[in-house]
């Protein structure tokens, strides 16, 4: 095998194991807690430390602190940067929720008996068939049915007979009898011309005919030829589906926007490129927990029949238009806890700026706060920039809480001369030697200083890496040197703060950086 190839497989076997390793600090958080812990251990940690996450007294944690960013044009090239202009629209948005067609419970009918019997004669017999109201169902023979007709028409006779008598009231009473008889027969869903049918034979059979009440399918059926019915009994349920209905599952934040009478389209996935125009008829009081959505009732025409019960129909509700102020989606971040944008001040100045968002689109967010129109924002490469924000805001705050090496010295200090190094050279994760000789303006060694030295990694959010700072103690060797051992947590680039302070007073500090191997 060539060496070219060699250092192929080198290259991507180095790769791999960085990948791994990466992912490996990036999701076992234990990892970097290990090394905040052992920042503690090694070094101790301030109050005012800015490197591990501190919470706030409500107990919540507190926000990421982000400063203001400048990109020369050269490196804005390079990341492939754009703005985009906050401009005002005219913005429409599209609700659009899944559904099931079902019957109109309105327009659903039980057709039952008030008496006992058997069914003799079967004409609809089987479920799914069509009726029209009036059109026979079945016909039935009850022995309750073959006593009352008897009674009407013994009650018939016999105002036949009385029809002559002298006494006036015979004729009323025997009217009543008949009334009686024929009201009793109607009660129990006989039609007239039934009751008039045995009125004009003058014969008692207790079969009776029952019809459709309405028109429509027969989506139910217990009636079979021979069985016995007892009053009450349900035997057939016919749906008119004339209009059907469309329950639909709309999501929580979608509700605001959902009104009674509203109109609506219905896609079905049978009829495709075919939208039907329906209105929502109901809005359900509750939401399931379990999928955050709330059932919505549309009411759909289906004259044609080709809306059937069962079929997936896509619901979309057109939203009024209105004016916002919009940006691209891309130049808005979300840090879970808020918004915010980048604006550009010109020059490559970018400044983050919370914004309020509302409304959202593939083409565009709505701002309801935050920004002004015409103004200009990051539109790319925007997590670039969040990082490079977050860690000009943490330098800036570890710079605020250590001492600055141009600030003036104390009352009674000198300036100072500070030299820094490691052994090994350059450092290497893990324990390592510090060594810091320290000198007066004149050259002279500077003996009986307390001297420290305070190392300092931002955080990357990129990687989900928090920050990492701690503290070592050097102590004399004489001769003006001093040396201590610390500890460095991982390879990178570290921030070195070196302070001296002799009986209290502070002789000097310098700020440099190394990079651990």
């Known amino acids: 095998m060539d060496r070219s190839k060699l250092r192929s497989i080198s290259i991507v076997i180095l790769?791999?194991?960085?990948?791994?390793?990466?992912?490996?600090?990036?999701?076992?958080?234990?990892?970097?807690?290990?090394?905040?812990?052992?920042?503690?251990?090694?070094?101790?940690?301030?109050?005012?430390s800015p490197s591990?996450?501190?919470?706030?007294?409500?107990?919540?944690?507190?926000?990421?602190?982000?400063?203001?960013?400048?990109?020369?044009?050269?490196?804005?090239?390079?990341?492939?940067?754009?703005?985009a202009t906050v401009e005002r629209r005219s913005v429409s948005r599209i609700v659009r929720a899944a559904g099931i067609i079902r019957p109109d419970e309105r327009r659903l009918v039980d057709v039952n008996v008030r008496i006992d019997?058997?069914?003799?004669?079967?004409?609809?017999?089987?479920?799914?068939?069509?009726?029209?109201?009036?059109?026979?169902?079945?016909t039935l023979y009850s022995p309750d049915l073959v006593a009352t007709e008897r009674e009407y028409l013994l009650a018939l006779k016999a105002r036949q007979d009385v029809a002559q008598s002298p006494v006036a009231d015979a004729l009323d009473y025997a009217d009543r009898l008949v009334a009686s008889a024929r009201r009793r027969l109607e009660l129990w869903d006989v039609e007239a011309s039934e009751i008039d049918r045995v009125r004009d034979r003058g014969e008692a059979d207790g079969v009776v005919e029952f019809r459709s009440p309405a028109s429509g399918f027969v989506v139910e059926k217990q009636a079979v030829r021979g069985m016995h019915v007892q009053a009450g009994q349900?035997?057939?349920?016919?749906?008119?589906?004339?209009?059907?209905?469309?329950?639909?599952?709309?999501?929580?934040?979608?509700?605001?926007?959902?009104r009674v009478g509203q109109r609506a389209n219905a896609t079905l996935d049978a009829y495709p490129g075919q939208p039907m125009s329906g209105r929502v008829i109901y809005i359900a009081p509750t939401l399931d927990e379990a999928t955050r959505t709330a059932q919505v009732?549309?009411?759909?025409?289906?004259?044609?029949?080709?809306?059937?019960?069962?079929?997936?129909?896509?619901?979309?509700l057109d939203l009024p238009t209105r004016n916002a102020l919009t940006v691209p989606p891309d130049a808005v971040l979300d840090s879970g806890t808020q918004q915010f944008v980048f604006a550009t001040r010109g020059d490559g100045h970018y400044e983050p700026r919370a914004v309020k968002t509302g409304a959202r689109s593939r083409e565009w967010v709505q701002i309801l706060e935050g920004v002004s129109e015409s103004e200009q924002v990051a539109s790319s490469a925007v997590f670039l920039i969040d990082s490079e924000s977050q860690l000009r805001a943490?330098?800036?705050?570890?710079?605020?809480?250590?001492?600055?090496?141009?600030?003036?010295?104390?009352?009674?200090?000198?300036?100072?001369?500070?030299?820094?190094r490691t052994m090994p050279d350059p450092p290497q994760a893990g324990r390592n030697t510090f060594e810091v000789t320290l000198k007066d303006s004149q050259g002279k060694t500077i003996e009986s200083a307390s001297v420290t030295v305070t190392l300092y990694m931002p955080a990357m959010p990129s990687m989900n890496m928090p920050a990492v700072r701690g503290q070592s103690t050097l102590l004399s060797v004489g001769g003006g040197l001093y040396r201590g051992v610390g500890e460095i947590?991982?390879?990178?680039?570290?921030?070195?703060?070196?302070?001296?302070?002799?009986s209290g007073q502070t002789l000097g500090s310098r700020q440099l950086a190394v990079v651990a191997h």
């Open 489 to 502: 947590m991982t390879p990178g680039r570290w921030e070195v703060t070196v302070a001296a302070m002799q």
């Open 234 to 258: 349900s035997l057939f349920r016919i749906a008119d589906l004339s209009v059907v209905w469309v329950d639909a599952s709309v999501y929580e934040s979608d509700l605001p926007s959902v």
């Open 15 to 48: 790769g791999a194991l960085l990948i791994g390793s990466g992912a490996w600090l990036i999701r076992d958080g234990r990892a970097w807690r290990w090394m905040n812990q052992r920042a503690v251990a090694v070094f101790g940690q301030t109050d005012d």
């Open 297 to 316: 009732r549309f009411e759909l025409p289906n004259t044609q029949g080709q809306v059937k019960p069962g079929m997936y129909a896509t619901i979309t």
């Open 117 to 138: 019997g058997w069914i003799r004669d079967l004409h609809v017999d089987y479920t799914g068939r069509f009726v029209r109201q009036g059109e026979p169902l079945l």
């Open 394 to 420: 943490a330098l800036q705050g570890f710079e605020a809480a250590s001492p600055s090496p141009s600030s003036p010295p104390q009352a009674g200090s000198t300036q100072i001369q500070i030299e820094f």
């Open 52 to 83: 591990l996450p501190h919470d706030s007294p409500s107990g919540a944690p507190m926000m990421t602190m982000r400063g203001e960013v400048t990109i020369d044009a050269r490196r804005q090239q390079l990341l492939g940067m754009r703005t």
